[in-house]
């Protein structure tokens, strides 16, 4: 099996920010960034994010700058970096029920980012993504794991510390493989019943479990999933995913057995598909992936490079 190159990069990917971490905990630069008259805010609530469309359907991330930024006292707030020489936030509305009183309507809409990443400027999604990721840590690490007290924001937002036991915390990002398994001119997607329609077929997926390498992640996912056996497993490129917290690590495997026998818990059937099939997967009867994930990627440049 010959390495197959990323033709292109991968939503998320390619954030503009410099996340100049060595200033996270020089308090008075944080404090001049907040103050700084470009300072831009990305606002997140409850995991969607503040986007505006255009005319022609587009969607533009919306940066509040501080006239526009209701007070964040109560709010979680964190040091994203810096971008073309202004610093940039993210700040977590969340815990307000009715966000139209923070964010009114004229602002921007808050929206999904997963349903509308393809529509965003490259830039954007990713520091969208950023956004939406280390918030949902934020909200999610409100008390310490070791003794049960409250955290306090440390590192300008990107770290907190337990105020009982001072122990430190740091963003958390789960490793996930994703693997397209190739068996010479065929390769094999799965349906699972959590999947977003009746007819996608996608990658097959797993978490690392700890003490294992990302190829053995691979190997025992796919034989776990599907029954199959594989043996060379090959990089390909990476994602982040912050829905929740996810790092997707992709990957090409090369089967060395084919009979297919699903785990009913992971998948509702598996199949072996040919490039000319997904070239046009609707006269199969199914569909792919979503445009904004790596799965697709995965898929889309196994048919290219033949």
């Known amino acids: 099996m010959k390495p197959i190159q990323a033709t292109r990069q991968n939503i998320y990917t390619g954030s503009p920010i410099d996340r100049v971490s060595k200033l996270r905990d020089d308090e008075a630069a944080v404090a001049d960034a907040l103050a ?4 831009r805010f990305l606002p997140v609530w409850r995991g969607k994010s503040l986007l505006k469309p255009d005319a022609d359907n587009r969607h533009e991330a919306v940066f509040l700058a501080a006239a526009n930024l209701p007070d964040t006292e109560n709010h979680p707030i964190a040091l994203l970096g810096m971008h073309g ?35 965003v400027p490259a830039e954007q999604a990713s520091m ?38 001072g122990a430190q915390h740091f963003p958390r990002t ?16 799965g349906h699972s019943a959590r999947f ?23 190997a025992r996912e796919v034989l776990e999933e599907a029954g199959v056996h594989v043996g060379r497993v090959v990089y390909h490129s990476s994602q982040p ?19 297919i026998t699903i785990d009913p818990d992971e998948l509702v059937d598996a199949r072996w598909f040919t490039r000319d099939q997904l070239r046009a997967p609707e006269a199969v009867g199914i569909s792919l992936p979503r445009v904004d994930s790596i799965a697709r990627r995965l898929i889309e440049d196994w048919i290219n490079a033949a």
């Open 36 to 39: 700084h008259p470009d300072a």
């Open 85 to 119: 020489g202004k610093p940039v936030f993210a700040v977590d509305f969340s815990e307000v029920e009715d966000p139209s009183t923070l964010l009114p309507e004229f602002l921007g809409t808050l929206v999904d980012l997963r349903g509308v990443a393809g529509l």
């Open 128 to 165: 969208l993504a950023h956004a939406r990721g280390l918030m949902f840590w934020r909200t999610k690490h409100k008390f310490c794991g070791v003794c049960g007290a409250p955290t306090a924001p440390r590192s300008a937002g990107n770290a907190l510390v337990c105020t009982g036991c």
């Open 174 to 189: 789960d490793p996930a493989v994703i693997m397209l398994v190739v068996d010479g001119q065929s390769c094999l997607l």
């Open 196 to 218: 977003p329609n009746a007819t996608m077929y996608s990658t097959l997926a797993g978490f690392v479990e700890p003490g294992e390498s990302l190829e053995e992640a691979v």
């Open 241 to 259: 995913w912050p829905f929740p917290s996810s790092i997707m690590l992709g990957y090409y495997a090369e089967a060395t057995s084919t009979e």
